[in-house]
């Protein structure tokens, strides 16, 4: 036992013996549900590599957005009186206006250790890199090895850490893999039903289907060109006009007025 003892506070062991310690605590309070939730300290949410804002929830569950969850689309204030048409303060995940801005890159990425958490992967760093540091001084001799060998146990425990920790992350990296997040340009080549009793100019909101089967009532407009000119009789529109009830088509989408352009569209063939 006392040799043993020796060995885990002997140099180059004692290097990740209290760091193994450190990480055996974080675990513990993660299990005993101390932390609600570890931040990942990776590239976006799901730890693409280091140093980003990215955060896990301790029971397996990470942030997304859903293609209804779309503040401007589902929620925006209605774009007649006020608003000028504009359909509230969504925004477009694809453009980057959410405010998250995520790399791919990061030390344990530049390494080839990226795409998991962080804390995970320094975890596995940590607990090889001991346990072959272990081995090594013990197939040394036991205790603090002299000195050349003390640096090829050093370096041979890293090496083989690193391929271990490698290796193990491989099948981790699709549980942990981020899904291309949610657009409002995804709804653009999309049907919709039109639920306002006009569609204008200024005014429109039409309910539109995601593929996962969530709807969101979005705001709509039609084209000044489709529309009949001032004077026209009864204000008729060029093409079939769109009312509660019908049936049109997405076919562009206004980032800064956050509407979708959308045009008749006859279903049958």
């Keep these: 036992m006392s040799e043993f003892v ?156 690193w391929l271990g920790t490698r290796l193990a992350i491989v099948p981790l990296r699709r549980v942990f893999r981020e899904e291309p997040p949610a657009s409002l340009r995804d709804f653009v080549g999309r049907t919709c039903v039109i639920r306002t009793g006009r569609v204008g100019v200024d005014f429109g909101q039409a309910e539109v289907t995601a593929d996962d089967g969530s709807s969101a009532i979005v705001q709509v407009r039609r084209h000044a060109l489709d529309l009949a000119p001032d004077g026209a009789p009864g204000g008729a529109a060029v093409e079939p006009a769109l009312t509660a009830g019908s049936t049109a088509l997405i076919f562009d989408f206004d980032p800064d007025g956050q509407f979708f352009w959308v045009m008749p569209y006859d279903p049958t063939p």
């Design 6 to 161: 020796d060995t885990v506070l002997g140099f180059p062991t004692a290097l990740f013996s209290f760091s193994l310690v450190v990480v055996a605590a974080y675990w513990a309070l993660v299990l005993l549900g101390g932390l609600g939730h570890f931040h990942a300290g990776t590239d976006g949410h799901t730890g693409a590599g280091a140093g980003g804002g990215g955060h896990f929830h301790g029971d397996g569950g990470f942030h997304g957005h859903g293609a209804a969850d779309v503040h401007g689309a589902a929620h925006g204030h209605g774009g007649h009186g006020g608003h000028g048409g504009h359909g509230g303060h969504g925004h477009d995940a694809s453009d980057g206006s959410d405010g998250h801005e995520h790399g791919s890159g990061g030390p344990l990425a530049a390494i080839g250790l990226g795409g998991v958490p962080a804390t995970i992967t320094l975890s596995l760093l940590i607990a090889l890199a001991w346990f072959a540091s272990l081995a090594g001084s013990v197939l040394a001799g036991g205790g603090t090895p002299a000195p050349p060998l003390a640096a090829a146990v050093l370096a041979g425990a890293l090496a083989a850490a």
